[in-house]
């Protein structure tokens, strides 16, 4: 199983962003995939999950500080988890993972659940 990352960058306050997260190497769609962020200075242990997707149904799940805010969604066709971040703020900023664990059979939200990452894209947000 390989997750890669792209897109993110440096953006303004009030901007868009949108991550995408390549998933090989599963035949399953019992799978779900988390959204996870760093922020500078704090340790893997803090990463704070952001969005969840749970790819057999389709449901998701966000953190309070996301929501309404960030969508997290699947195009199943091309293997594909996305995370588009609409009206970012400076706090937003920081290293953002995808992850996904195999498997399973509902929303999973712990980082400690997830087997796979990817390698870590950077979102930096400027007042």
């Known amino acids: 199983v390989q997750l890669v990352q792209s897109g993110g960058g440096s953006v303004q306050a009030g901007g868009s962003l949108r991550l995408s997260c390549a998933l090989s190497?599963?035949?399953?769609?019992?799978?779900?995939v988390g959204w996870f962020r760093q922020t500078p200075g704090k340790e893997r242990e803090e990463r704070e999950g952001?969005?969840?997707?749970?790819?057999?149904?389709?449901?998701?799940d966000y953190a309070d500080s996301v929501r309404d805010r960030f969508i997290v969604s699947q195009d199943n066709a091309k293997n594909m988890v996305y995370l588009q971040m609409n009206s970012l703020k400076p706090e937003d900023t920081a290293m953002y993972y995808c992850?996904?664990?195999?498997?399973?059979?509902?929303?999973?939200?712990?980082?400690?659940?997830?087997?796979?990452w990817g390698q870590g894209t950077q979102v930096t947000v400027s007042s």
């Open positions: 952001v969005a969840f997707i749970y790819i057999a149904r389709g449901t998701t």
């Open positions: 190497g599963i035949t399953t769609d019992s799978v779900c």
């Open positions: 992850a996904a664990v195999v498997g399973v059979r509902w929303l999973l939200r712990s980082q400690y659940e997830f087997d796979y």
